[in-house]
């Protein structure tokens, strides 16, 4: 059935976008004396923040301990958090323009986060490094008791605070093309030919960053490219004016793309999901609490399993915020029971086929989530091909169909392991923080705004923990090579001890 324009209420709600927030009067002096508060705090909880780890070489040049591909909130997170581990020697990478990474200012459209505005996970225990302190300082607190959810516009402006307040190295506008691991570290290819060599490398790359946005084949085979386009590869959606738009799927990304057509002027907007039912509930908040968040890695592989299989069959809801405000134009339609059953083109026109009837559009948007696939990825390829598998360590009892059994299984330190033990010497050198540790990692705990709280304290525990073992030969003659004195004796002291001709102890 589809939501018809007559079957609204004689009042729905407002079409118009939201009026943006506006900063502070005093927003500059509030920031200013916020950051000299978190520079304080800092220093309060500065014991054994201190560098300690030992520098290594490459061909005779000094190279980073750690190599962080993707400068989003988790790599600025990760790379925070190693440096107040007294790690400092870490490159984070991104392909993106500064203060564009991610995917809050380049194709997301929602109009806020998905998460409570009471998130927390970056902050590292500073309350003053929090978004909640970021947004009252620069908006106020009425504004922040006015929102639910942190707009996703300040939830990117908060990021790039917090970048500046981090102050990491990053090299911005660099495409990792090819990762390369030994039994000494790890070689990076760059898209400009350049090379890069690392102890170790964490991949901080998102959904996408395990596989690939996924346009379905009939889609592909069917259309001419500038017919179709895919929510998260970004579209124009100016150029949607005037026109008839049919979106393919139900879920955030589909209603954020209706909405944006729709502000833009799109004649008319279609929104077909295949279920009977639009989901209504909101699966990520039930995960959200210590046990999982915090321990989820340590569950079964059955129980792992069997959650994946559950997630796989429910729909998540649709942000409430954008969902109301699609369904309140008049030139929407919402279909469910709609699956597209053929697909053609005709006279400049995309002929879609479903169980409600045919439907002609200018242009198709699939909001059709992603195919978590290592292959898919180019600069995996040696990592695809030496990984462990949960294919190769597990069998469910519904038989080997699933394209989960592709997926790497990652250990409880975020690694991937290699298919048989010392087959793949410096595969557990690379860190996996994206979206192809969902399945080890307990689902929705590996990757979202969530898994900030407890998965990057677990990492950055991990990689600690790593490279204090590389150089555990060398504790016991360090602590050797200590003669500084530690105090300065009194007259009477030197003269009891029999020091007055020594030198200071």
Same mark, same amino acid.
């Given at each position: 059935m589809s939501v018809s324009p007559a079957a609204r209420p004689a009042h729905p709600i407002s079409t118009d976008p939201p009026a943006p927030l506006q900063d502070h009067p005093a927003a500059a002096a509030r920031l200013a004396s916020l950051r000299a508060q978190i520079r304080a705090e800092m220093d309060m909880m500065s014991f054994a923040t201190q560098p300690w780890v030992i520098g290594q070489q490459y061909a005779g040049q000094d190279i980073p301990d750690v190599v962080i591909i993707g400068a989003g909130q988790s790599g600025l997170g990760l790379g925070h958090m190693l440096k107040r581990r007294g790690i400092t020697n870490v490159l984070l990478l991104d392909r993106n323009p500064a203060g564009y990474e991610g995917v809050w200012d380049t194709y997301a459209r929602n109009h806020e986060i998905r998460s409570p505005k009471g998130i927390t996970g970056l902050e590292m225990g500073l309350p003053s490094l929090t978004v909640h302190s970021w947004f009252v300082a620069r908006y106020g607190q009425p504004a922040w008791d006015a929102i639910t959810r942190v707009p996703r516009v300040q939830w990117m402006e908060y990021l790039r605070w917090y970048r500046a307040i981090a102050d990491l190295q990053i090299r911005n506008d660099v495409t990792v093309t090819d990762i390369a691991f030994d039994a000494d570290g790890v070689s990076l290819t760059t898209a400009?030919?350049? &090379?890069?060599? !690392?102890?170790?490398v964490v991949l901080a790359t998102?959904?996408?960053?395990?596989g690939d946005w996924a346009v379905p084949d009939f889609i592909r085979d069917a259309l001419p490219p500038t017919a179709y386009s895919h929510v998260c590869h970004g579209f124009d959606a100016a150029a949607l004016r005037g026109k008839d738009v049919g979106v393919l799927g139900a879920g955030a990304s589909a209603f954020d793309a209706s909405v944006a057509a729709l502000d833009a002027g799109a004649r008319s907007v279609q929104t077909f999901m295949?279920?009977?039912d639009a989901s209504l509930r909101d699966l990520v908040?039930?995960?959200?609490?210590s046990g999982f968040?915090?321990?989820? &890695?340590?569950? !079964?592989h059955q129980t792992k399993w069997d959650l994946g299989v559950f997630l796989s069959g429910v729909s998540q809801a649709?942000?409430?915020?954008h969902f109301n405000r699609a369904l309140a134009f008049d030139n929407f339609r919402f279909w469910r029971g709609a699956p597209w059953t053929a697909l053609r083109y005709e006279a400049g026109q995309v002929v879609v086929d479903t169980p409600k009837g045919t439907f002609r559009f200018d242009h198709i948007i699939a909001a059709t989530g992603l195919t978590s696939d290592m292959t898919l990825r180019p600069e995996l390829q040696h990592i695809a091909a030496a990984a462990l598998r949960w294919g190769d360590v597990f069998q469910p009892s519904a038989g080997r169909d699933s394209t989960r059994l592709r997926q790497p299984l990652i250990d409880a330190d975020y690694r991937f392991q290699p298919r048989a033990p010392g087959s793949a010497p410096g595969l557990t050198r690379v860190y996996t923080f994206n979206s192809l540790a969902m399945a080890s990692m307990g689902g929705l705990s590996a990757v979202s705004i969530s898994s900030h709280r407890y998965g990057l304290p677990r990492l950055a525990d991990a990689m600690t923990k790593a490279l204090f073992l590389d150089q555990e030969h060398l504790l016991i003659p360090m602590l050797e090579q200590i003669d500084t004195p530690c105090?300065?004796?009194s007259p009477y002291a030197r003269e009891v001890l029999g020091l007055n001709d020594a030198p200071d102890v």
């Open positions: 400009d030919g350049g &090379a890069i060599r !690392s102890r170790y998102g959904m996408e960053g395990g295949r279920r009977p908040r039930a995960f959200e609490y968040l915090g321990h989820a &890695a340590q569950l !079964s649709p942000a409430e915020h105090m300065t004796l």
